[in-house]
């Protein structure tokens, strides 16, 4: 049995996780961390990790940014692998995850999804085949309680797309009325919506001359995430220190 610390567990997604792990018979959440302690968790909740006195073997992080330094920290003075599903760090706070992976199995992953990370698949073959004759554009809608904008899956598709483009590197437009200007065909769009209790959903388009193609995915739930988030810590348990990604799991 998995024995898995919940950062962040009181939290909408730290809550589906919890579902996910109920009936598993191979991982188990034994403590929790979060700002908001709640007795009824179904298991000791602690508002830092420092006061945590179960004995753990992995680390779900589906908190908040500001949150890291003390769970990684954490993980790293305890030799604890940890899985990383939070989304809107700064470049210093994703330095700090790459050295933490020279001591430490880390997988950091944008997006939890299966789906999307098949996405991230298509969407490199589509750049390739199709990039310099069709514009490209991402439109990504999220719940009105999501803090960042862009989402971080709506940054990774478009890196994904970047990849793909050998010697050209394209520059993302997060706004476009602040300028009356052409499109120009070095760009990716990228847009976000901020609306209800959408839990995810992506659109990418590509534009061409009479036709337009789109690959969209869209999250019926929150829950395929916190699946794909116990998926992950099951592959990550036993890995030697390295900085993992959700497509190591499908590999």
Known sequence: MIRILLNGCNGRMGQAVTRSCKYNDKLMIVAGVDIAVKEDAGYP???????VKEKA??????SHPSALDKILNYAVEKSLPIVIATTGHSEIQKELIINASKSIPVLLSANMSLGINLILDLVKRAAKMLH???DIEIIEKHHNQKIDAPSGTALAIADSINSAIPGKEMKYVYD???????RTTDEIGIHSIRGG????????????ND???EIKHTAISRDLFAEGAVKAAAFLY???????????IFS
């Not at 909740?45 to 006061?51: F, I, K, N, R, S």
């Not at 476009?176 to 052409?182: C, I």
């Not at 209790?197 to 061409?208: N, Q, V």
């Open 45 to 51: 909740v602690y508002a830092e990790p420092g006061q």
């Open 57 to 62: 073997d992995i680390i779900i992080d589906f």
């Open 132 to 134: 310099g004759t069709f």
């Open 176 to 182: 476009r009325h602040s300028t009356r200007q052409k």
């Open 197 to 208: 209790t959408i839990p995810g959903e992506h659109s990418i388009i590509f534009a061409g």
């Open 211 to 213: 036709e337009v193609i």
């Open 238 to 248: 036993g890995k030697p220190p390295g900085l993992y990604k959700m497509q190591d």
